[in-house]
């Protein structure tokens, strides 16, 4: 874990991937955790509170709130949409066009931890909206194989594309569900991609950059990280 920003109200991360945010299995270290392990050691009150989340297996710059205060309206910014989050994402194939929208509607099955495109009319089913633009293109299973390994997947590969992914709603596993439904899956996604190699590899996911208001001083802050993991430091 690093530390990019912290005051009395808030404390800012980059979460590494495979590190959760919050679980119940008291054997593994969480972010909640490793925070209050790190406030404790400070001499300060051990408590955290999580307003927003990022999946196990992603990577990124996540926000949590010392006092209840902030969490409050930390959290009231997260429905209202006025915290804005971006990710890095690499995915299969090529797009039809650089810049794009993707709309659809979601429904999470609690059951399986897996959330899936439905229908509008389909009960339960939630409105979800990204915006994204394509960076970099990788073409080639020579190439691709230097960026995922030689493995079974990349052969059959023929494009990798490094997109930014800007987010409108936060649904359950919504860039990963979203970019699988329009054919592109996440590289290293076991839960969406059937193409994904067996064997492990981080999830091809960053959350690059946050912005929003200081819960108590209402200024405008933004946040912004370079990828850590293997496979981003091959495009960046």
């Known amino acids: 874990m690093e530390i990019i920003y912290e005051d009395r109200e808030?404390?800012?991360?980059?979460?590494?991937?495979?590190?959760?945010?919050?679980?119940?299995?008291?054997?593994?270290?969480?972010?909640?955790?490793?925070?209050?392990?790190?406030?404790?050691?400070?001499?300060?009150?051990?408590?955290?509170?999580?307003?927003?989340?990022?999946?196990?297996?992603?990577?990124?710059?996540?926000?949590?709130?010392?006092?209840?205060?902030?969490?409050?309206?930390?959290?009231?910014?997260?429905?209202?949409?006025?915290?804005?989050?971006?990710?890095?994402a690499l995915v299969e194939g090529k797009f039809t066009t650089s810049v794009g929208v993707l709309e659809d509607y979601l429904v999470r099955d609690g059951k399986s931890n897996i959330s899936k495109v439905v229908p509008k009319s389909t009960r339960g089913a939630k409105a979800a909206?990204?915006?994204?633009?394509?960076?970099?293109?990788?073409?080639?299973?020579?190439?691709i194989a230097e960026v995922i390994g030689n493995n079974k997947s990349s052969a059959q590969l023929q494009q990798i594309s490094l997109v930014s992914v800007r987010l409108e709603t936060g649904r359950h596993h919504?860039?990963?569900?979203?970019?699988?439904?329009?054919?592109?899956?996440?590289?290293?996604?076991?839960?969406?991609?059937?193409?994904?190699?067996i064997t492990y590899m981080p999830v091809g996911l960053c959350a690059n950059e946050i912005s929003f208001s200081h819960p108590i001083t209402g200024k405008e802050i933004?946040?912004?990280?370079?990828?850590?993991?293997?496979?981003?430091?091959k495009f960046i």
């Open 10 to 88: 808030l404390v800012v991360c980059h979460k590494m991937s495979g590190v959760p945010v919050q679980t119940a299995d008291i054997r593994q270290q969480d972010m909640v955790s490793i925070l209050k392990n790190y406030l404790v050691a400070k001499k300060e009150k051990a408590e955290i509170f999580v307003v927003h989340r990022l999946d196990q297996p992603v990577e990124g710059v996540i926000v949590f709130a010392k006092t209840k205060r902030a969490a409050s309206v930390l959290s009231c910014q997260i429905q209202k949409n006025n915290m804005k989050k971006y990710y890095l």
């Open 129 to 143: 909206k990204l915006f994204y633009k394509v960076k970099q293109e990788v073409i080639g299973p020579e190439k």
């Open 174 to 197: 919504q860039i990963r569900v979203q970019m699988a439904h329009a054919g592109h899956p996440l590289i290293g996604d076991k839960k969406y991609n059937p193409n994904c190699s």
């Open 222 to 233: 933004k946040f912004v990280i370079t990828p850590k993991g293997e496979l981003f430091q």
